[in-house]
């Protein structure tokens, strides 16, 4: 894909991130695959329904432990995919509705983490 494609994908970035996912009124964790800044796969133990609007809040994760303390990085969005895995399911989420302040925050979380993956 092209920088000039206006529907080519945003870069991911290879991250595990601890991941909460708020589904009606249940709650799934989870643990990132990858991020961008139009969206997130996220692995749970549960398939999530596509086209599901849901909340889902990020947290930066050392040495398998959540950081002490970090606030972590609210979001919404639309579940466009599910794969069932060996172990458990795979959730493609695309980002959508971010406030001004929630884009901002996921751009900054990215710059820190670093480069895209191939």
């Not at 991911?12 to 991020?35: C, F, M, P, W, Y």
């Not at 303390?69 to 509705?97: C, H, M, S």
Request: aromatic share 4%.
């Amino acid at each position: 894909m092209t920088q000039s494609n206006p529907q080519a994908r945003p870069p991911r970035l290879a991250i595990r991130l601890s991941a909460e996912l708020k589904v009606d009124a249940h709650r799934l964790t989870g643990t990132t695959r990858n991020l961008s800044t139009g969206g997130v796969c996220v692995e749970t133990d549960r398939p999530v329904p596509e086209g599901k609007l849901i909340r889902l809040t990020l947290f930066i994760v050392e040495e398998e432990i959540e950081a002490e303390g970090a606030r972590g990085l609210d979001l919404t969005g639309t579940v466009q995919w599910v794969a069932e895995g060996d172990r458990n399911y795979a959730v493609g989420i695309k980002f959508g509705n971010l406030t001004a302040q929630q884009q901002g925050a996921l751009n900054n979380a990215l710059k820190a983490i670093g480069e895209p993956q191939g």
